[in-house]
């Protein structure tokens, strides 16, 4: 299912719930704050969207939204944590497009599952192909004609193994037909040695790039999304230049606990909705090269069964290196 069509089929729907939300008969939920858990660091892309949507969203509730940063293992520490919160609706996990990826990659002590409830896609936005100058390559279909001709040689690097700049160079690898070498790194270092030469390309997030093509410091090729990003509208998309079927986002999200009240649950997707449908927030999320992708519970578990089911069958298929810990 693409991420393109999510909050559009049911949009004048959605928006009309959301614009009337209340609070919920017979209960006074909520009375004290809400916590985002977030598995990444302040100031990293996941934390940034945490951040925009609990500031607005705590000023629509009239209660105090506190985003608990809690980094380690990949995002899985932070959903570790929540999976065992109280299921009331007081505590959420803000999640991005690992959290469907991470179960191929790690021994996870709760079930992306069983273990939470959806509560609303929130954003989405597509990765950027991007070279080092000094590759000779100003298309996608000339860094395929390159690796092809010189298997093994070319190298991308991520964030580290299981990230989604992984993912969706295993993606281009196994689609093209192409043999590429993962270089992983701990967060942005690897962007550094981009810009260096070290490696040659990655698949990387807009924001932590765009200025570096702008200023020629780096190539882009193409964005990974089946649709051209309206940010980059210039820029072509992977499967319009040479790998037909290509698409891979980036996208954030908000699930909790297992067991939270189904009236809760749907409350406070309508009211997360009724602030991505605020001009400023849409606004803020473009500046991090995102899309509103508003949804309701039950199409974002469907978002998230679906690209489970993807992105295990591609670490089978392809005979992705895993590295369960």
């Known amino acids: 299912m693409k991420l393109a069509t999510f909050g559009r089929i049911l949009a004048a729907a959605l928006f009309t719930a959301a614009a009337h939300a209340g609070p919920i008969p017979g209960d006074d939920y909520p009375s004290k704050p809400i ?14 969207v945490a951040r925009i949507i609990a500031q607005k969203l705590g000023a629509s509730l009239g209660r105090p939204i506190v985003v608990d940063n809690r980094p380690g293992a990949g995002g899985a520490m932070a959903s570790d944590i929540a999976a065992k919160s109280e299921p009331d609706g007081y505590t959420v996990l803000f999640v991005s497009s690992s959290f469907t990826i991470a179960p191929n990659f ?7 599952v069983k273990d939470f409830s959806p509560v609303t896609l929130v954003s989405s936005a597509p990765l950027l192909l991007v070279v080092n100058p000094k590759v000779q390559a100003n298309s996608v279909q000339q860094l395929l004609d390159l690796a092809k001709a010189h298997p093994g040689k070319l190298n991308y690097a991520s964030a580290g193994i299981g990230s989604g700049l992984h993912i969706a160079g ?5 689609m093209a037909h ?11 270092v690897g962007v550094s040695d981009l810009l260096a030469g070290t490696v040659q390309m990655s698949f990387a997030g807009i924001p932590q790039t765009i200025q570096a093509v702008k200023s020629g410091q780096l190539r882009a090729l193409a964005v990974t999304s ?11 998309t992977i499967a319009e230049s040479g790998v037909p079927g290509y698409d891979m986002e980036s996208w954030y999200g908000v699930v909790a606990p297992a067991g939270v009240p189904k009236a809760r649950l749907d409350f406070l997707s309508s009211e997360i909705r ?10 803020q999320l473009a500046r991090e090269g995102h899309e509103v992708r508003a949804t309701s519970p039950e199409q974002f578990s469907r978002l998230i069964d679906d690209e489970m089911k993807k992105w295990t069958d591609l670490v089978r298929s392809a005979g992705i290196e895993t590295n369960p810990n």
């Open 274 to 283: 009724r602030v991505l449908a605020d001009p400023q927030v849409k606004d």
């Open 170 to 174: 295993e993606l281009f690898k196994s």
């Open 226 to 236: 089946a649709k051209r990003s309206p940010f980059l509208p210039d820029i072509p």
């Open 178 to 188: 192409v043999d590429i070498v993962h270089v992983p790194y701990k967060g942005a």
């Open 106 to 112: 790690q021994k996870l002590s709760f079930d992306p």
């Open 35 to 48: 916590r985002f858990v977030v598995g990444f660091s302040p100031g990293g892309g996941t934390d940034t």
